[in-house]
């Protein structure tokens, strides 16, 4: 067997931080994540500012995508959230005297993670196959043999299942 030769590489490696850098791609993903931190940070000077900086961990920032200027805020619980609602003017105002231009805050609240699992049978077998009919299921069809005519194709049928299926 005659492979094609291995082509030579003549590109250097880079540095990742360039591919993150750069326009195509990554670089719009890495800059949207440098944003999110520097808000993230205007967002606990100015909870601290507000003696609120406790509520800072529990908040998740982010804009709202399609509003101008709409920061959206995702908090754990209503009673953080009630707190935040109480807030909002001073919160706008302190988050724009720290450089984030901001309209107006919708503040939301998390779906509550699931508190159950699904946890699978113990001792039940998928690949076991139900075998024959119980003792009700027979008699069920005992009886219905026994009120069909006896040339019916029907009666020929129930018979072939009864006789297929062990007791």
């Given at each position: 067997m005659n492979f094609a030769p291995k082509p030579v590489c003549t590109k250097a490696a880079h540095e990742w931080l360039e591919y993150l850098r750069d326009s195509e791609g990554l670089g719009g993903i890495l800059a949207k994540t440098e944003d999110l931190a520097k808000l993230k940070i205007a967002l606990k000077a100015a909870l601290f500012e507000l003696d609120m900086d406790n509520l800072a961990p529990k908040i998740e920032a982010g804009w709202r995508s399609g509003g101008q200027n709409e920061l959206f805020l995702l908090v754990n619980g209503a009673s953080i959230a009630t707190r935040l609602q109480q807030i909002l003017p001073s919160l706008i105002n302190e988050l724009n005297k720290n450089g984030v231009i901001c309209a107006s805050i919708k503040v939301r609240l998390k779906p509550a993670p699931p508190t159950w699992d699904i946890k699978p049978r113990e001792g039940l077998r998928v690949s076991q196959k139900?075998?024959?009919?119980n003792a009700v299921a027979r008699a069920s069809w005992e009886?219905?043999?026994?009120?069909?005519a006896p040339d019916s194709d029907l009666r020929k049928a129930v018979e072939r299942?009864?006789?297929?299926k062990p007791k």
């Open positions: 139900p075998k024959g009919f009886s219905l043999l026994e009120k069909l299942l009864l006789q297929s």
